[in-house]
């Protein structure tokens, strides 16, 4: 199966949900937001949401900052 994340190829052997590719990339689960063809997912759903070929996903990092 072939997906693009953040406009990079990637492939996997199977079928995952929006949590396991959280997993795979090793990224915080905290202060992300995902976005399945161009539809935001709700992190309530991320274990649910099964990707497939062709999907194209965004990954947002919020970072905290301000004025110090």
């Known amino acids: 199966m072939r997906v ?3 406009g990079e190829i990637r492939e996997f052997s199977d079928t995952i ?6 997993d795979d990339l090793e990224l915080p689960a905290t202060r992300l937001a995902i976005e399945v063809n161009r539809k935001v997912v709700r992190r309530a ?3 649910t ?3 497939h070929d062709g ?8 970072v905290g900052g301000g004025v110090i």
């Open 49 to 51: 949401t099964k990707l």
């Open 45 to 47: 759903d991320w274990v």
């Open 4 to 6: 693009y994340i953040n």
């Open 17 to 22: 949900s929006l949590d396991q590719l959280i």
């Open 55 to 62: 999907d194209h996903i965004e990954i947002v990092h919020f």
